[in-house]
């Protein structure tokens, strides 16, 4: 259990790592850095998804045949939908954005920002719990070091979110203290959420390809939906993509070796 908890702490200490970077920095974050950034989180969710949420996923439902697909993508059509739904519901500003997306709000611009990344920082707090929640149940296809690689994968993309948010909340005014209380409170969901997600899936282990898939498609919806057009947009660059594809072979390289 000490593991379990360990593995859901991770994640939050890579974004109070990142967050703490407005401790040493002295300007901005420039337009490349965050591109460089941004990528480099999204090539990382990408893979996560991929190898240790929907393959799993697709083993665990071996029984089924030709049909093994079918949980996945039933579960990854609900995770998609989950987002979809918070999406809507919950007031929140994109970074490099000035309307506010969801329902009317007088939330201040800071509290809209910061509830941005916490949204999408529930479903990675969801895919590590259920990843564990799998170690837990005695899962074949799931090992302890296929947990800790997701882990440690989050919490690597996590650091550059902890800095994207603390970083220019003061330089918008707010005190390194408060900024790095902010961007680091952005990432406590992710421990909440994969705790409960640990609960749930302890009690409906016939469930857990649906809960793997679903994480999957409400992390992939994330990816789709804010960091891909945050770091394509403006002037044309290569950097998103490049950082991309490093966070993605990351990812895939820590999955293999540590799964």
């Given at each position: 259990?000490?593991?379990?908890?360990?593995g859901?702490?991770?994640?939050?200490?890579?974004?109070?790592?990142?967050?703490?970077c407005?401790?040493?920095?002295?300007?901005?974050?420039?337009?490349?850095?965050?591109?460089?950034?941004?990528?480099?989180?999204?090539?990382?969710?990408?893979?996560?998804?991929?190898w240790?949420?929907?393959?799993?996923?697709?083993?665990?439902?071996?029984?089924?045949?030709?049909?093994?697909?079918?949980?996945?993508?039933?579960?990854?059509?609900?995770?998609?939908?989950?987002?979809?739904l918070?999406?809507?519901?919950?007031?929140?500003?994109?970074?490099?954005?000035?309307?506010?997306?969801?329902?009317?709000?007088?939330?201040s611009?800071?509290?809209?920002?910061?509830l941005?990344?916490?949204?999408?920082?529930?479903?990675?707090g969801?895919?590590?719990?259920?990843?564990?929640?799998g170690?837990?149940?005695?899962?074949?296809?799931?090992?302890?070091?296929?947990?800790?690689?997701?882990?440690i994968?989050?919490?690597?993309?996590?650091?550059?979110?902890?800095?994207?948010?603390?970083?220019?909340?003061?330089?918008?005014?707010?005190?390194?203290?408060?900024s790095?209380?902010?961007?680091?409170?952005?990432?406590?969901?992710?421990?909440?959420?994969?705790?409960?997600?640990?609960?749930?899936?302890?009690?409906?282990?016939?469930?857990m390809?649906?809960?793997l898939?679903?994480?999957?498609?409400?992390?992939?919806?994330?990816?789709?939906?804010?960091?891909?057009?945050?770091?394509?947009?403006?002037?044309?660059?290569?950097?998103?993509?490049?950082?991309?594809?490093?966070?993605?072979?990351?990812?895939?390289?820590?999955?293999?070796?540590?799964?």
């Open positions: 259990m000490r593991d379990v908890v360990l859901l702490l991770i994640p939050l200490a890579g974004t109070v790592g990142g967050a703490g407005v401790f040493f920095m002295r300007r901005a974050l420039n337009d490349t850095l965050q591109r460089v950034m941004t990528g480099f989180a999204s090539g990382v969710m990408v893979a996560a998804s991929v240790s949420l929907l393959i799993p996923a697709m083993e665990q439902s071996g029984k089924l045949g030709r049909l093994s697909f079918l949980p996945a993508v039933v579960g990854f059509l609900l995770g998609i939908m989950f987002l979809l918070l999406d809507h519901l919950t007031p929140h500003l994109h970074r490099n954005t000035t309307s506010a997306e969801g329902p009317a709000s007088r939330l611009r800071t509290a809209k920002m910061v941005a990344v916490t949204l999408h920082n529930i479903p990675e969801m895919a590590v719990g259920v990843v564990y929640a170690l837990l149940a005695g899962s074949d296809d799931i090992t302890a070091g296929g947990a800790l690689a997701l882990s994968g989050i919490a690597i993309q996590n650091f550059p979110e902890g800095a994207i948010i603390s970083m220019p909340l003061h330089f918008e005014g707010k005190s390194r203290t408060k790095f209380l902010y961007g680091g409170l952005s990432g406590i969901v992710e421990p909440v959420f994969g705790a409960l997600t640990v609960a749930a899936a302890g009690l409906i282990v016939p469930a390809p649906y809960l898939s679903f994480a999957a498609g409400a992390m992939l919806y994330v990816v789709v939906e804010e960091l891909i057009p945050e770091m394509s947009a403006g002037r044309h660059s290569d950097w998103g993509v490049v950082s991309f594809s490093a966070g993605f072979s990351l990812m895939m390289a820590l999955d293999v070796a540590l799964g």
